[in-house]
């Protein structure tokens, strides 16, 4: 299931863009990038990830948080690949990033999410 909040306030410190769990996740290729930083995670299967010359492989447990207008490309590589994601922006963005010693994209290697009906 994915959920858009259609967003019409961009003043606002925090907010989220779209939402999804249990997702079948589709191939993606953004050349220019996302317009909001981007979470994405593996529930089940797994993906391969291109981003900032690297090729990562994103397992069951792992995740990735993608910066805003990052170039990245992503695919299944385990047939059916089962992904948990949300979008978000605000003005606390950059802030927030700049804490994390955030550049570009952080990979992390083991969590869990398991989807429940």
């Not at 047939?79 to 605000?90: H, R, S, V």
């Amino acid at each position: 299931m994915r959920y858009s909040f259609g967003i019409t306030d961009y003043s606002l410190p925090l907010y989220i863009d779209s939402i999804s769990n249990c997702w079948t996740q589709e191939t993606i290729n953004r050349r220019k990038g996302y317009p909001y930083v981007h979470w994405l995670q593996t529930v089940s299967g797994a993906g391969e990830i291109l981003i900032g010359g690297q090729q990562l492989e994103l397992g069951p447990g792992q995740g990735i948080l993608i910066d805003k207008d990052v170039s990245h490309a992503y695919h299944s590589v385990s047939g059916e690949w089962i992904t948990a994601y949300f979008t978000f922006g605000g003005e606390l963005i950059t802030e927030m990033l700049a804490t994390l010693r955030f550049n570009q994209f952080i990979q992390m290697p083991d969590l869990q999410f398991k989807c429940t009906t």
